[in-house]
C-alpha cells in the first residue's frame, strides 16, 4: 500500500517510511534481526557500535561523581573477579532499583514484564538483549549491546554500552539491578532513554507506551476519573473493568499498571528527596502524585476485589484500608492467609509494596494501563504504513517547547472495537512517529 505525503506532495511507499523511521533523535536505529547468525557476524566488526552518549537528569547531574563501566565499578566495589552478565537467571521484580531519574513509568513496566516471565515462563525481557555486540574482553572498556525495541513502526535494534553514571558516594545513579553484576535493568533503561530524546530526563512517557516499546503488545489505558472522556459510565463498568483485567492477568493473557495524577495534599517528602525523588507524597494516603505503581497480583478474596501494589521507589506506601498493619486485615479473618499475606511482618519493613481495595483505587488513582499480549490471545494482525503531516502542529508551532503536545498526539493509540454479530473484539493500534 503506497500513501501521499501532503507535506512533499510525492507518494511515499512503506518501504521508505520504515527506511526514514530509523533517524530518531540522531540515532540510526536499524531493523532487528532474529537470526543468531547475523549477531555472530556483527561481532566481528566495529563499525556497528554507535554507542550511547546519554545525557543526565539534573538530580544526576547534581550528584555525579564520575563515568565509569560496569566492569570498572565492579572492581572499585570491591567485587573483583566477578563479570558484568545481561541475566542472573529469570529476570524478578524485587531486584528492580530505581535511580535518580524520574521514569517510574518505566520502573513499573520493568516490574510487571519480570514477574510476568518468572510466572508464565514467557523471555519477554530475556529474549530482548543480545550479548556484547563488540567485547573488549575484562578491563576497564564499556561493552556494547543490543536491545530489541519497536519504534516507528518496527522491531529496531537499539545499541547501548554499559558506562554508567555513579555518584560521589559510589552508587549508581541510573536504574539497576540488586544483583551488582546483573546488566538488564540498566541497559534497557538506557535504550529507552535513547529513543526518548537521548536523556534520561524522560518525559511524555506512561506504563503503555513502555510496555509497547518493549514488547510490542497492545497499550489500553483506561481513565479511572468518572469526569474523564473513555471512562466507564458506571460502577457495573467499573467492576468488570477489573473482572477482564483479573482473568487476564491470571491467564497470562496481559500486565497492569495503575498511575496518579495530582494529589490534593500531596507535599515533600524528605525520604523521597533523600533518595533523589522530586514527586510529592500525599499527607493522609501516602500515595505519590504524578507517579506510577506496577500490579504485582490482582485477586478477589472473600468477595474483595484487591491489588497487590509496589512502589518503584522502594519505600513509601499507601496508608489506608488493607495497608500493611491495617485494622482491615484482623476484622477480615482468613483474607490474609488466603493471600498468602503476614500484615505485621509486611508494617516491619517499609519496601513500598502493600495491597489495596478496588473501590480506594478508583478514588485515588487516575488510570488503569493495560498491555495485552497478542500471541497469548491468539490474534492475528496486518500492518501497514504511511505519512503524518506534523506542519499544521510542530513545524509551525508558535510554542518554543512543544514536547507536551506528544500527550495530544500520542505515538501510540490504541482503539478496541466489538465487532457486531461475531462475538469477537477488534483492536486498531495507531503509531504515530514525531519528526
Partial sequence: MTFLDSRRCEVVLPETVLQEGSSVHGFHLAPWEKQQEYWESLKETETSAQGSPVSLSRMQKAALGQFCCMGDWLRRQGHRGVQPKLFEGVPDSSKIRQGRVTDCSLMSVLSVLADYERHFGEPVLRSILQPAIISHGPGTEAQHYACRLFVNGMARRVVVDDIVPVATNGRLLCAHSAIPQELWVVLIEKAIAMIMGGSYAMRGSNPCTDAFHITGWIPETFPLRPDCEGAPSSEAEFMEMFDAAQRGFREGHCVVCLGTTELADATTNELAVRSGHVEGVSVSTGLVAGHAYPVLRCCTEQGRRLLFLKNPWG?????????????????????????????AAAASKDDGSFWIAWEEVLQFFSHFYVAWSPTALCLNSATVHGCWNPWPHFVHSTLTDDTDLLAFNPQCLGLRFKVSGLGVALWVLGLRVHR
Fill in 315 to 343: 519505600h513509601t506506601r499507601w496508608k489506608g484500608k488493607f495497608s500493611p498493619g491495617d485494622a482491615q486485615w484482623n476484622a477480615n479473618p482468613g483474607l490474609a492467609e488466603a493471600l498468602n499475606y503476614d500484615s
